[in-house]
């Protein structure tokens, strides 16, 4: 089992910048990637980024590409998503996971996720 915990989001205006965080615990050995999922209300979880732990690979949605960065910490077990230049849109409860396997861009592909953290951008 791996537990996941986020951290950092918050309330900004448009314009601005947060950095959220993720501490993994439990069976972190077995860990191939991290993503960051968001879901707004009345909206389906949309993938957001990823990336693996061991190569460092990333991807990121289009809509977030060049705003956000994805970013690992292996000696602490932790992930981060740096959120620049955030826009009213980005608004959504933000969620890390965990795939032991591959992850990717579809939430099915990720086994253990955390509570969720609210980022909430107003204009």
């Known amino acids: 089992q791996v537990q996941l915990v986020e951290s950092g989001g918050g309330s900004v205006q448009a314009g601005g910048s947060l950095r959220l965080s993720c501490a993994a615990s439990g069976r972190t050995s077995s860990m191939y990637a991290m993503g960051w999922f968001r879901q707004a209300p009345g909206k389906d979880r949309e993938f957001v980024a990823f990336?693996?732990?061991?190569?460092?690979?990333?991807y990121y949605a289009d809509s977030v590409r060049g705003r956000f960065t994805i970013s690992r910490d292996n000696a602490k077990n932790t992930v981060y998503l740096q959120m620049n230049s955030l826009k009213p849109e980005d608004t959504a409860v933000y969620y890390c996971a965990s795939s032991n396997v591959y992850g990717g861009t579809a939430a099915h592909g990720y086994e253990y996720w955390g509570q969720g953290t609210q980022v909430t951008v107003s204009s």
């Open positions: 990336c693996t732990w061991g190569g460092g690979s990333t």
